[in-house]
């Protein structure tokens, strides 16, 4: 009848205790207290009557009651789901018991102490409640004013683990924030007092606690516990004996943390603080150099570690912390002390951080330094030998060694501080850790899940050889050369070299990618690409004492591809250091530099002779042929690399400096003062002949962009497939020069008279050969131009007349050259098979003229302004005239042409053919050089034919799209107005069903526009023509469904409005406005306009709505982000309903990264409430989905992020009064408390929620 669950069984257990022993009246008293709350609880009226008398027994057998109690309380009398009201009773008659004086009530107190006590091994902390968790604290507050007896104490020191409990843990926070607020009616200079005497007779008694209470409460809020930082500056006996004993190292050091974390304004407060610091400071200094031997702590050497940091950072103890650490790192030097990989770690990281706060040039922290780099040293060897045995399975010892190697590469980057007696004596250390990061840096890596930490080894070699000198090393001879020696020669050299390996790019300032910069060191390192930086450093630095073998060469060409990707830029440029250096053990041709799969380690043919001609007939140029890949020529034309050089560019923290100064910063003074004449000389003509909106020639020069242009970035998918023109070009040159026909008579130029009056009959005879040998050189000649040109070669030559680099350009023009002389050749004429002949020479000879033309104009218009310049003049001012640097609108479409005109059947055929047959100036010269050639008069189509209308427009298109590259494009474009004409057409395709294709084509041209366009595109795009108005003008009373229909078509649409918001935000970051950032006016429009086109339910598949969440998220965090004053501007109403924030809330629920950007991001957006939302259910959802996100800490967020959240909730709480009545939702946001108080001003935030919390 008592019990609720196994009732009979219970009945039994307890008969059976009753009947081998007696009661006394207390223990009668205390049982018929228990059983009248059960009674109670469980709702029933009667007792069992054998039950009952045996209960009225006397009995001198006090412990009957307690193991009758117990048995009632183990057996879990009321359900787990319900407050256990029985309990709560006990709880509060022991706390009534306790507070009463009277002598009769002292056995009963024993005795329910001892109930309590014998509670708490059986204690669910699941169903204590709010009340019952009021009179814990209650009897713990009642217990440390009377500690006399152990079992008083020992109570009270339970009752402090359970009550510590609540306020460490954020699931008990409905729990703490109750005995908070009765911890604050107590005042907090009593709750201080109370923590301290049972501190003082746990120390007396020698009783060890689970936690601090005082800790914990302090972890919940420190902003009131100035008394304890008095307390703490105390010189009395008790309390030094507290501090000797370990007691108030918890308290302090969550003081000093805590205290830094929330912050505070008084003064006073600042003084009392400053004084803590230095007392707690040193007495962690004395804690840390026997942390090992001290296995019963307190504090745990990384709790110890962080606190000093604060301290140090904050200018207390940092002579101490240096003194403290010489002794630690000395004490592990000599084995005196062992530490753990991970406590060493910790010690160095302490090390760098003191090195950082010292401000003071008394302190010297070379030693340290020292000392903490040769630690390291020692410790990268034995951390990399246990990640290759566990195969890097244990992710603990790989983020150890990325740590490390950080700290490593910090401490490095401070060599100034270093003694050079003391890296000189210890030189071996630093051989050995070069030794050891190049032997595993090299391995195969396949079976391992990412090589970035080989790469960090491989990096660390690098820093120590690029900022070192010889003396600090033990090794004889050059360590750089031995260093290469060693890589070239390792077993697995030509895998480490060969292998590519992909890393995943997540979305910019993603709120859940954040972490020190140590454990970045090694985020996205790719062996391959550091081995090859760490060789690129060791040839430029020691090129004399570095040699390379055939086969060596054979695995660094077999692994370059040729591209304008990073890794093949820094393999180009090692190929070019062994060549220019001569390391290579033959002499280097250039028809050897056969690459990628084309490379035959054994079949490489390096000439000995070094008289040899460069170029010689005989050689085989087939394999240039086979190797090209026309997909290839056209993704190299669809974003041409205009800033790709002639002689590879070398990374400025790779190579010398010196070695890079001589030769690539003049080349690119010169490409800038030609790309600078060149835009004086823009003359906007367009394919009409309208000359309406051509650049004035008197116009002033433009700012034109860097030399180190971004806009050179791969923005295609997958891997940068272009071809490099600063190498492919130099071998398309060399094949043709190497099948040039010879002269007739050149051989005997040099013979003297009387040879040839006695060779003449010779000759007569030998003419026959003579022409046969001739005719077959030109028809050679004639076929090897033919295929160079139907693999694209001479496309991208004539595109590379828009390279920044002149030598590139000059190069292009040769080859161009050759190639209108062989389709000038009689030969060539001749050849039946060759019938697109005549509309290639037209384009050539157009070309070749228009560069003629423009020539003259430039030096037409330096005459005019110098008349001291002469037309034979070579010096360099004048020779960069030599070669036109044509923006790419205009040779990317040459080239393009080109392609078309070769192939008859091409849909453009007849367009480009009517094109240049129609001009007529200067013999059919190309003339818009500096235009948009063609691109209105396709793009305006006037065709009667709808197909070949469309068709035309879509090559307009993508022309444009494939050859805006850069500001210089841009400017002639918005010369042209074309953008305006470009979003004007847009709404018309919005409209058309069958117009969906050119609708995506012109989305693709107007993100290129933004990114290419840079600055220029911004201010023209953004702030003359309102691009980001536009963007959600354009669809806001439109049916998304009409206008995107497709997942492919709103991706795009996403990704343009985060292209134009970001440009938006860079361009006013690096702006130098006085007015401070300006108010993003867009935001809420452009976030709604978000919104709905995620929510929009067209969507045919699951992983099409999954990848338009990922992009709306993407964007909607982009608009967060470029909001600077999104604080200051807070609306009331906005566009987008509650119930569409939370349905884009429910559909991220799966994705914590999504849902993280969506919930930051909507947060700080006004909202608008409909009636159906009034009931209170949308709100409720929306609050519970942000709050358990932030107490389950699946993503770390920020603090400003965090005050977001919180904002939101709490203005829904004000707004919707039934969300206050919601016990759940109250609970929950007492459980934020803690996150609240973690950060700085949280708390303040979360006290406007108190009002709400009764």
Not at 286 to 298: Q, Y
Not at 774 to 797: K, M, N, T
Not at 909 to 935: I, T
Request: negative net charge; aromatic residues 6%.
């Amino acid at each position: 009848h008592i019990c609720a669950v196994e009732g009979a069984s219970v009945v039994t257990e307890i008969e059976t205790i009753l009947v081998q022993s007696t009661l006394n009246t207390v223990d009668v008293e205390g049982i018929m207290l228990v059983l009248f709350s059960m009674l109670r609880s469980s709702g029933s009226q009667s007792m069992n009557t054998e039950l009952e008398s045996s209960l009225m027994q006397n009995s001198d057998e006090t412990m009957t009651g307690m193991k009758v109690v117990t048995s009632l309380l183990r057996h879990n009398i009321v359900p787990a789901n319900h407050h256990c009201r029985a309990t709560d009773d006990i709880w509060k008659e022991c706390c009534t018991v306790v507070a009463s004086d009277h002598p009769k009530q002292l056995r009963l107190k024993h005795f329910l102490l001892s109930v309590v006590l014998r509670m708490f091994s059986d204690a669910k902390v699941s169903v204590i409640s709010p009340l019952l968790a009021t009179t814990m604290f209650h009897l713990w507050a009642a217990l440390s004013d009377d500690l006399e007896e152990r079992l008083s104490v020992e109570v009270c020191i339970h009752l402090s683990d359970c009550l510590a409990e609540m306020f460490s843990s954020p699931e008990k926070g409905h729990l703490a924030w109750p005995v908070y607020q009765s911890l604050c009616k107590m005042g907090m200079a009593a709750f201080v007092d109370s923590c301290l005497l049972t501190l003082f007779k746990q120390d007396q008694f020698g009783r060890e606690s689970k936690r601090c209470f005082l800790a914990s409460v302090m972890s919940y809020d420190s902003t009131n516990f100035v008394c304890l930082a008095k307390v703490l500056l105390k010189n009395e006996d008790k309390y030094e004996r507290l501090w000797q004993s370990g007691l108030l190292d918890m308290a302090a050091s969550t003081l000093v943390m805590k205290t830094y974390t929330q912050g505070s304004s008084d003064e006073a407060v600042e003084g009392i603080m400053s004084k803590v610091a230095e007392v707690a400071g040193n007495r962690f200094l004395t804690l840390l150099p026997g942390m090992e031997e001290n296995k019963g702590a307190h504090l745990s050497l990384e709790m110890i570690v962080d606190v000093i940091e604060k301290l140090c950072f904050g200018g207390y103890n940092v002579s101490e912390t240096v003194q403290c650490l010489q002794e630690v790192f000395g004490s592990l030097e000599k084995g005196t002390l062992v530490l753990s990989a991970q406590h060493e770690i910790q010690i160095v990281r302490l090390g760098i951080c003191v090195a950082a706060s010292i401000q003071e040039e008394e302190i010297n922290e070379s030693i340290v330094i020292v000392k903490a780099f040769l630690r390291c040293c020692k410790l990268i060897p034995k951390l990399l030998k246990k990640v290759v045995r566990t195969k890097g399975v244990e992710e603990e010892l790989t983020m150890l060694l990325e740590m490390l190697l950080g700290y490593t590469a910090n401490l490095w980057e401070r060599k100034d501080c270093f003694s050079d007696d003391a890296i000189s004596s210890s030189s071996s250390i630093v051989d050995s850790l070069i030794v050891s990061c190049l032997k595993y840096g090299m391995m195969d890596t396949s079976a391992f899940a990412s090589s970035s930490v080989f790469g960090g080894c491989l990096k660390i070699i690098r820093l120590i050889l690029c900022q070192s000198s010889e003396d600090m090393f033990a090794t004889e001879g050059t360590i750089r050369g031995q260093v290469h020696a060693m890589a070239i020669s390792h077993s697995a050299f030509g895998l480490a070299i060969s292998k590519k390996e992909e890393f995943s790019t997540g979305l910019k300032s993603s709120p859940i990618s954040r972490s020190d910069g140590e454990s970045q060191f090694c985020e996205g390192l790719s062996q391959q690409q550091e081995l090859i930086r760490l060789l690129l450093c060791c040839v430029s630095l020691d090129a004399s004492h570095v040699k390379i073998s055939t086969d060596a060469w054979g695995s660094v060409l077999s692994a370059y591809d040729a591209s304008t990707s990073v890794t093949d830029g820094l393999l180009r440029r090692l190929l070019f250091l062994y060549d220019a250096n001569k390391c290579c053990e033959n002499e280097i041709l250039l028809c050897d530099y056969q690459w990628g799969a084309m490379c035959k380690k054994h079949s490489l043919k390096m000439s000995a002779d070094e008289g040899a001609p460069p170029f010689d007939e005989q050689q085989s140029w087939e394999w240039f042929l086979d190797s090209l890949n026309h997909d290839r020529i056209r993704s190299t034309l669809t974003q041409f690399p205009i800033a790709d050089t002639l002689v590879p560019v070398a990374e400025s923290d790779v190579e010398s400096e010196f070695r890079n100064a001589s030769n690539e910063n003049d080349q690119m003074d010169t490409d800038m003062d030609d790309m600078s004449e060149s835009s004086s000389f823009g003359v906007g003509d367009d394919s009409d002949g309208n000359n309406s909106s051509a650049a004035s020639l008197d116009e002033p020069k433009e700012v034109t962009p860097a030399f180190h242009s971004t806009t050179d970035i791969w923005r295609g998918t997958g891997e940068d497939p272009r071809y490099s023109p600063g190498f492919i070009l130099p071998l398309v040159l060399g094949a043709l020069e190497a099948n040039f026909p010879k002269e007739r008579g050149a051989g005997k130029e040099s013979q003297g008279a009387d040879e040839m009056e006695l060779d003449k009959d010779d000759d007569n005879d030998d003419d026959d050969d003579e022409s046969e040998e001739y005719l077959a050189q030109h028809q050679a000649f004639s076929v090897i131009a033919r295929r160079l040109c139907d693999r694209g070669c001479i496309s991208l030559a004539i595109a590379s007349l828009s390279s920044r680099c002149p030598s590139v350009r000059k190069v292009a023009v040769a080859i161009c050259g050759l190639f209108l002389r062989a389709l000038q050749m009689k030969e060539s004429h001749e050849m039946k098979s060759w019938r697109e002949r005549p509309q290639q020479e037209m384009i050539m000879a157009s070309l070749q003229r228009g560069l003629t033309v423009r020539r003259a104009m430039q030096i037409k218009k330096l005459s005019e302004a110098d008349d001291r310049v002469e037309l034979g003049s070579t010096s360099v001012s004048k020779q960069r005239f030599n070669v036109t640097m044509l923006p790419a609108l205009s040779a990317v479409f040459l080239a393009k042409a080109l392609m078309i005109m070769s192939r008859p059947s091409d849909d453009m055929y007849g367009a480009m053919n009517k094109y240049f047959l129609r001009l007529n100036d200067y013999h059919g010269a190309f003339q818009d050089c500096f235009g948009l050639p063609a691109f209105l008069s396709l793009y305006c189509s006037s065709s009667d034919d709808l197909t070949r209308c469309r068709t035309e427009r879509n090559w307009a298109l993508l022309t444009l799209k494939d050859s805006t590259v850069d500001e210089f494009c841009y400017r002639i474009i918005s010369q042209h107005h074309v953008p305006e004409l470009i979003m004007s057409s847009f709404d018309s395709l919005c409209d058309q069903v069958g117009g969906k294709s050119e609708l995506s084509l012109t989305i693709d041209v107007i993100q290129c526009l933004i990114q290419s366009g840079g600055s220029r595109s911004s201010t023209h795009l953004i702030k003359r023509l309102g691009l980001l108005s536009w963007l959600h003008g354009v669809i806001s009373w439109r049916s998304i469904s009409t206008v995107l229909p497709f997942a492919t078509l709103k991706c795009k649409f996403l990704q343009l409005i985060s292209t134009a918001v970001t440009s938006y935000c860079d361009e006013y970051s690096n702006s130098d406005s006085l007015d401070g950032d300006p108010i993003f006016l867009e935001k809420v429009p452009l976030a709604d306009a978000v919104i709905q086109i995620c929510l929009d339910g067209s969507d045919a598949s699951s992983n099409e709505s999954h990848t338009v969440l990922a992009a709306a998220c993407g964007t909607l965090w982009t608009i967060h982000v470029a909001d600077k004053k999104q604080g200051l501007v807070m609306q009331r109403v906005g566009l987008t309903s509650l119930a569409q924030m939370t349905n884009l809330l429910t559909k991220c629920v799966e994705n914590d990264e999504l849902f993280a950007q969506a919930l930051i991001s909507m947060s700080a957006l006004p909202y608008s409430v409909s009636g159906d939302e009034q009931d209170g259910h949308t709100p409720q959802l929306f609050c519970e989905l942000a709050l358990t996100f932030m107490l389950e800490e699946r993503v770390r967020l920020c603090r400003g992020d965090t005050i977001t959240i919180l904002k939101r909730v709490y203005d829904l709480m004000s707004i919707f009064s039934k969300l206050r009545e919601d016990t759940e939702l109250v609970r929950t946001i007492m459980q934020c408390r803690h996150i609240a108080a973690s950060i700085n001003d949280g708390v303040q935030v979360w006290d406007s929620f108190i009002p709400f919390l009764t």
